[in-house]
């Protein structure tokens, strides 16, 4: 594994989430701006952005629905 590449030049925060369109479990990743985590779907690549919070986002976890 060379991810010590990308966590060494900025830290790039991840957050689990299911997606209950295909019941598959993912990660998705802190977009460019920083404001929210956004992926798609591995499966029907339906794309999915959670916001964060000014204080950031409590949870770990979050579905799609
Ligand atoms: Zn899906």
């Known amino acids: 594994m060379n991810d010590s590449k990308e966590t060494s030049k900025k830290k790039r925060k991840f957050l689990g989430i299911q997606f209950d369109c295909c019941n598959v479990y993912c990660r998705i990743y ?3 701006e920083g ?3 956004e992926g798609r779907c591995p499966k029907c690549y339906r794309p999915v952005k959670v916001l964060i919070g000014p204080g950031g986002t409590s949870g770990r976890f ?3 629905q």
Do not use: G, L, Q
């Open 30 to 32: 802190v977009n460019k």
């Open 35 to 37: 404001h929210a985590y």
């Open 62 to 64: 979050f579905s799609a």
